[in-house]
């Protein structure tokens, strides 16, 4: 009996997440329609109501918290949250009672350890080459994760500052050689001190790096620092101001080009401006956070900043919250940073939907934010293109002990895209492969490890394997269309249901598809008759596959029974 190991057997209930979320402001009306196929008691809706922009920051904060993919970028904007909660936890009383700060940060730092490059730095995912962008973005929350009292590998900041030290020099980009400075100029070297001056050809997101790091260094002169520089690059509407979409290195985002803006015109004590960029920014997003997860993270951090400058007055604002004609909630807001969070039932809401209805009393602004979490059950959804075309093949032996061969394909890319990512999930009697383990890297000609194989001309920056499946990384595409395969083994019999394999350019969302579902049968019996597609007995000496796909491809593999046998002694 000592011998013996038990281990818990979680049972998932079959179902995938379908998100979406709708912003208003003053008194508002939002619809709520339920799919045919949601689970009610799975699902979950919420209304957030604030009196500020600050109010409006903790449902941003959650979607960075729970965002599902682990490049650097993402590592870094999912614990920028905490590092900012614990920076100042006057505004974010809510959000740190709710969340573990600590444990959240130790994570985020601990994944940046791992991603690190040996030459110092980091690129987009853990392969390729250093980006300075994104070596800047990590390396600044490092040093306030330090600064917070959490412990920092002291090597990760000499490696960024040997490597960037050496190229600064012969660096020939005004841009990258800004993102270098800026990044020196938070660990202390000399070379961070450098004024930065030359902006030709410089887009105004990375200015405003300049701008942050000419004042760090006392270069206060507007006229050089880059501060007028940025302000004559300003697109002015009325009482608003934006900068349109920056450096490639910064995701090419409208939203993150005036959020860094925003945040060089707080340290150059620049107001008017400031408050013009900042109105901008709480105006113009249409689900709870805004563009991408990186500009996401830049405007939790520029609105944070700006309210150091700008105290509004306190405000007194009641509301009543309505659905379908209910009164469900009523009360009064008497802060600028506070957020009211109201669970919304869906058990009411009927086949035709409901009315969420917020109803204002009192002078200023009221933001309301409502988000909807439906759990979906279908099996049988169709595949979805937007305009991404996704399709997935299985090829292999659905037996015990054997290995199946996945494959993904996405066409309809759209030219010039770049961060490309595939999640994929297998069905629940089959676990991917991990070519880490030595045992685990022999292939036969038929069936290659997974990163044997990519179509076209595009290689992953990353594949990661999951507790569920695969998630594959492109930061370029070269061409409208990508392949790639991985290998999952075959270890329970039964029949599976698989969700679709979901593609998206990281930070553009609306672009994206998905593929059809899987059901999947296997039996462990190599003497069960087995059905083919048309109805048809299989021979009993051949294993058999019944696979069933809506809306993608599969590719039918039969092996003789010596064959499954052979690997299921290599085995043991």
């Not at 689970?39 to 960075?64: C, D, E, I, Q, W």
């Not at 993919?69 to 920028?80: A, D, L, P």
């Not at 960024?160 to 800004?178: H, K, M, N, P, T």
């Not at 860094?260 to 107001?271: E, N, T, Y």
Request: hydrophobic letters at 40%; a negative charge.
């Amino acid at each position: 009996e000592s011998d013996v190991i038990e281990l818990p057997l979680p049972i998932i209930e079959y179902g995938f997440s379908d998100k979406s979320a709708q912003v208003g402001t003053n008194s508002t009306a939002f619809s709520i329609s339920l799919y045919d196929d949601a689970v009610p008691r799975l699902s979950k809706g919420n209304l957030s109501l604030a009196a500020s922009f600050l109010g409006t920051l903790p449902a941003a904060m959650r979607y960075l918290v729970e965002y599902p993919y682990g490049c650097i970028e993402q590592t870094t904007s999912r614990f920028v949250p905490a590092v900012l909660a614990k920076e100042r936890l006057d505004l974010f009383g809510e959000f740190v009672a709710t969340n573990e700060l600590d444990a959240m940060i130790d994570r985020g730092i601990a994944r940046l350890v791992d991603l690190a490059q040996d030459q110092g730095g980091w690129a987009w995912w853990q392969m390729g080459e250093v980006n300075p962008y994104i070596t800047a973005y990590a390396t600044e929350y490092l040093v306030r994760a330090e600064k917070l009292g959490h412990h920092v590998e002291s090597s990760l900041f000499s490696n960024v500052r040997y490597a960037f030290e050496g190229q600064l020099d012969a660096e020939e980009s005004a841009s990258e050689r800004i993102a270098m400075v800026y990044t020196l100029s938070l660990i202390g070297s000399e070379k961070g001190k450098m004024p930065l001056t030359d902006f030709r050809d410089v887009a105004s997101d990375v200015v405003a790096l300049a701008v942050m790091a000419n004042i760090r260094n006392g270069y206060t002169n507007p006229a050089e620092n880059g501060v007028d520089e940025l302000i004559a690059r300003a697109e002015v509407r009325e009482d608003t101001a934006h900068w349109t979409s920056g450096t490639d290195g910064f995701f090419l985002s409208t939203d993150a080009s005036t959020a860094l803006a925003l945040r060089a015109l707080v340290v150059a004590r620049k107001k008017d401006m400031a408050e013009k960029a900042a109105r901008y920014l709480s105006q113009n997003r249409s689900r709870e956070y805004w563009s991408n997860s990186f500009a996401t993270a830049q405007v939790i951090e520029a609105l944070t900043q700006f309210s150091t400058i700008y105290n509004g007055e306190r405000p007194h604002i009641g509301y009543e919250v309505h659905l379908g004609g209910e009164t469900i909630a009523e009360g009064t807001i008497t802060s600028l940073s506070q957020e009211v969070s109201i669970p919304i039932s869906l058990d009411s809401v009927s086949a035709d939907g409901a009315q969420l209805e917020i109803i204002q009393d009192g002078e200023g602004e009221l933001y309301s934010t409502f988000t909807l979490d439906q759990f979906r059950t279908d099996r049988e959804p169709e595949a979805f293109m937007h305009p991404l075309k996704v399709t997935r093949s299985y090829k292999g032996s659905f037996m015990i002990g054997e290995i199946v061969e996945v494959r993904i394909d996405v066409n309809d890319i759209p030219e010039g895209s770049r961060y490309l990512v595939v999640e994929d999930v297998l069905p629940a009697g089959l676990v991917p492969i991990n070519p880490v383990f030595e045992n685990e890297r022999d292939w036969d000609d038929d069936l290659p490890y997974y990163g044997n194989y990519y179509g076209g001309r595009s290689y992953p920056s990353a594949q990661e394997i999951t507790k569920e499946g695969m998630v594959t990384s492109f930061d370029y595409v070269g061409g409208d269309s990508i392949a790639f395969t991985y290998r999952a083994r075959v270890i329970a019999e039964g029949v599976f249901y698989t969700p679709p394999a979901i593609a998206s350019i990281m930070y553009n969302p609306d672009v994206y598809g998905r593929s059809g579902a899987a059901d999947v049968m296997i039996d462990d019996n190599p003497f069960t008759p087995a059905i083919d597609g048309a109805g048809v007995p299989l021979s009993r000496d051949k294993l058999a596959i019944i696979i069933l796909l809506v809306g993608s491809t599969i590719v039918l593999s039969f092996v003789a029974r010596r064959a499954m046998a052979r690997d299921m002694a290599s085995m043991q």
